[in-house]
């Protein structure tokens, strides 16, 4: 069984673009969330998707979006970035709901 | 709503030292409680988990948590420290209100340990 997995590993933008981050989550799972970890804090829940819908929205605004495929991967699309956008993003997935979430090893997302 | 407070920011400890890492929760339900450890440039490792039964919860690489409802803790600890602990530790409570389950975590606490 293959672990989850997120591309790229790292990316640089600049303010005001757009991005587009990947995860490929364990096979069968069909729950994906999302967290924004900042420097030195703890990871923030951007959203959560269960087969193929959003099912849960942290603190986050709209520019902040994301899609799951039935394919197991997802995607974490921010617009208008902004400086504080600059952080870790992970994502999880799960067999289920409520089930242990099982973690990438995240992108590290600069944003100049 | 759910939050968790993790005391101290850095800990350091001798190789062979006990390990004590702290987190205190709040839930206004019965909490469901993880510790998660992050190494350089990588993702969170479930380390254990506490739903319920026993207060006690050990999980991998001999690190075990007491799940205590009166002090409102879930402090970690390991009995002795060897150089490969050293990496962040956060901890976490599951919050499932609205229908997802999202977790909310500590802003967690690098542990050092020193040969």
């Known amino acids: 069984e293959t672990g989850v997995t997120q591309s790229p590993t790292h990316l640089i933008k600049t303010r005001g673009q757009q991005v587009t981050l990947r995860c490929s989550s364990q096979?069968?799972?069909?729950?994906v969330s999302w967290y924004q970890q900042a420097l030195g804090q703890g990871p923030q829940f951007i959203f959560q998707?269960?087969?193929?819908?959003?099912?849960g929205r942290g603190n986050f605004p709209p520019r902040f979006s994301g899609l799951q495929f039935p394919n197991y991967s997802s995607e974490l699309n921010v617009n208008a970035l902004e400086l504080d956008d600059s952080a870790l993003y992970l994502c999880?997935?799960?067999?289920?709901?409520?089930?242990?979430?099982?973690f990438g090893p995240g992108t590290r997302l600069t944003v100049l | 709503a759910q939050s968790v407070t993790q005391l101290g920011s850095h800990v350091s400890v001798s190789e062979g030292a006990l390990v004590l890492l702290r987190c205190n929760y709040s839930s206004s339900v019965p909490p469901y409680l993880f510790w998660y450890v992050q190494y350089p440039n990588q993702g969170l490792q479930l380390l254990l988990k506490?739903?319920?039964?026993?207060?006690l919860v050990k999980g991998i690489n001999g690190f075990e948590a007491e799940f205590k409802k009166s002090e409102t803790s879930f402090h970690l600890t390991k009995p002795s420290a060897h150089m490969s602990d050293a990496a962040e530790y956060f901890c976490a409570v599951s919050d499932r209100q609205g229908g997802s389950e999202k977790l909310v975590f500590g802003k967690g606490t690098k542990l050092t340990v020193n040969p």
């Open positions: 506490y739903t319920t039964g026993a207060t």
């Open positions: 999880a997935s799960s067999l289920d709901l409520y089930s242990e979430q099982f």
């Open positions: 096979s069968g799972h069909n729950t």
């Open positions: 998707y269960y087969r193929e819908e959003e099912n």
